[in-house]
C-alpha cells in the first residue's frame, strides 16, 4: 500500500501550511499567513473537485496524527498544441513541500511519482515546473531538463 493519497477537503488548511513551508523557503518569500483564511474556501472547492483540472497529493505525517509530511499539487490546462505536444495538455506543477522533520525519507519523490501518473492519465504531453536549487537533483532524477524558457510574470 502507498503512503500516497489524494487531499481532500479535510486537509485543506494542511495543504495551506505545507504550501507556506514552501513559500518560506523561496528567496524573498512572503511569511504573511493572513491570506490562509480567504484562500480556505478556494482550495477546498478544488479539493473536492476530484475529476477536475486540479490534483494534490500528500503523505501523512508518521510522528504527528492530524498533520501532513509532504505535499505536491498540479494542474492541466490547455494550450494550443504545438509539434512537442499537439494536443496542447500540459501539466504544472506549483507547489511541493515537505515538513522539515520529515525530509529526506523519500515523501516527496512518491508524491511527485502520484501526480506524474495523474498528469499522464489526462493526456498532458509535457509536465513544468520550477525548481529550487535543494530539489532540482528530484526533479532531474525523474526525467526533467532545464529549457531556455525566458519566463516574465506579471502580478495583477
Same mark, same amino acid.
Not at 476530484?50 to 483540472?53: F, L, R
Not at 500540459?90 to 515537505?98: C, P
Not at 522539515?100 to 525530509?103: I, S
Given at each position: 500500500m502507498s503512503l500516497v493519497r489524494r487531499a481532500t477537503t479535510e486537509d485543506a488548511e494542511e495543504v495551506l501550511r505545507l504550501r507556506q513551508v514552501m513559500i518560506d523557503a523561496l528567496p524573498g518569500g512572503d511569511s504573511s499567513t493572513a491570506?490562509?483564511?480567504?484562500?480556505?474556501?478556494?482550495?477546498?472547492?478544488?479539493?473536492a473537485a476530484?475529476?477536475?483540472?486540479f490534483a494534490a497529493f500528500v503523505v501523512d505525517h508518521p510522528d504527528r496524527p492530524g498533520r501532513l509530511a509532504a505535499l505536491v499539487v498540479g494542474?492541466?490546462?490547455y494550450r494550443i498544441g504545438k509539434?512537442?505536444?499537439p494536443h496542447g495538455l &500540459? $501539466?504544472? =506543477?506549483?507547489?511541493?513541500?515537505?515538513d522539515?522533520?520529515?525530509?529526506r525519507r523519500g515523501?516527496?519523490?512518491?508524491?511527485m511519482d502520484e501526480l506524474l501518473a495523474w498528469f499522464r492519465e489526462r493526456? &498532458? $504531453?509535457? =509536465?513544468?515546473?520550477?525548481a529550487s536549487p535543494e530539489a532540482e537533483p528530484l526533479y532531474v532524477s525523474l526525467g526533467f531538463v532545464h529549457k531556455p524558457d525566458p519566463t516574465m510574470m506579471l502580478t495583477l
Open positions: 491570506w490562509h483564511t480567504e484562500a480556505l474556501p478556494s482550495l477546498r472547492g478544488r479539493l476530484a475529476d477536475g483540472d494542474t492541466v490546462d509539434a512537442a505536444n &500540459a $501539466g504544472y =506543477v506549483f507547489s511541493v513541500a515537505t522539515p522533520d520529515a525530509r515523501y516527496a519523490r512518491a508524491c493526456g &498532458a $504531453g509535457q =509536465v513544468m515546473l520550477t
